[in-house]
């Protein structure tokens, strides 16, 4: 099949273009290059450099090109910066997703896969949090993913735009051959900041440590980046054979502490972090652990690389490999 892959060149959409690579499907990667690598696009997938916010290089794109389906990465997500400037959110994120809905719609594709977000549950009423769990996101990066997906329920009602959204919960790790690894600018996410502040010396912070928790910090489902990738090939597998709209949390169901993370880089580096303590990033939710039950049985799902160790163990190799390669 011909597959567009938009944010193809960011580190969950590098994976996923290898991935497809690997079935053989024709891949074309669009990515503004805002945050993604050129060099981390496989040489076998094309690449096209733009924006999904530009309507007219949308149209020109969709007028020389045909796609079966298309796999929807670009966007931005750092929750804390979506508390600072929710304009740059729902402008890329949910309208930027609108202009490509309507090019889906326009050409009549096949299926669209999206990259939403355990953000949309907010702070959870029951853990594990399973797909019919209220949405009530507590950042506007929660919520302009959630606007897709009420956006895309339409477009299927209306279209017949046949669609699975993807709610990620943590996604982390690197590919155990160190090809591709977790390297976003600025960097948010726990395992790659902690593994930075071993590698430079410097000091790690950890925000907040008076949740409601047994070691009074934020409570984690990690997904391996590799088994996340999986699941949209799943995904891709089911809409194959029905169509409609389906929703499905990727992720193992159970959680880890910011502090059982931290000291799981410690065993795995063999290195003592100097940790300091900060106030709580406006809009973290207390404790998202995926229900994986749905994905499990109804795709097939089994995550294979995402316990902890493994996770840390192969983005603590990319990364030592990045600094030897400097």
Request: aromatic residues 10%; charged residues 25%.
């Amino acid at each position: 099949m011909k597959i567009l892959v938009t944010g193809g060149a960011g580190y969950i959409g590098s994976f996923m273009v290898k991935r497809l690579l690997k079935d053989k499907h024709e891949v074309t990667v669009l990515d503004s290059l805002e945050k993604g690598y050129r060099d981390k696009v496989d040489s076998q997938a094309k690449l096209v450099e733009g924006n999904i916010l530009d309507e007219s290089f949308l149209s020109d794109l969709f007028q020389k090109e045909t796609f079966d389906g298309i796999i929807h990465f670009a966007g931005y997500i750092s929750m804390g910066e979506s508390m600072e400037v929710p304009g740059k959110y729902f402008q890329n994120n949910s309208f930027g997703s609108l202009r490509l809905l309507e090019h889906a719609a326009k050409n009549k594709i096949r299926f669209f896969i999206f990259s939403s977000t355990a953000g949309v549950y907010g702070n959870p009423v029951k853990v594990p949090i399973d797909e019919d769990h209220p949405k009530n996101p507590t950042n506007p990066y929660g919520m302009s993913k959630l606007m897709v997906e009420q956006m895309l329920a339409w477009y299927q009602k209306t279209f017949g735009l046949s669609f699975a959204s993807l709610r990620y919960f943590n996604a982390a790790g690197a590919a155990p051959d160190v090809s591709l690894g977790e390297n976003h600018n600025p960097e948010t996410h726990i395992i790659p900041n902690a593994i930075r502040a071993v590698l430079s010396g410097s000091n790690f912070n950890l925000f907040g440590q008076d949740y409601k928790t047994a070691d009074g910090t934020c409570i984690r489902d990690y997904i391996h980046v590799i088994d996340l990738v999986e699941a949209h090939a799943l995904a891709m597998e089911k809409l194959q054979k029905e169509s409609g709209g389906y929703y499905y949390n990727v992720g193992t169901g159970k959680g880890y502490s910011n502090k059982e993370v931290l000291s799981m880089v410690e065993k795995v580096t063999g290195r003592k972090l100097n940790i300091e303590m900060k106030a709580r990033r406006p809009g973290d939710a207390e404790s998202l652990i995926a229900d994986p039950t749905k994905i499990m049985k109804e795709l097939g799902f089994s995550p294979a690389y995402s316990d902890l160790e493994t996770i840390v163990k192969t983005a603590w190799e990319w990364h030592k490999n990045q600094v030897d390669e400097k």
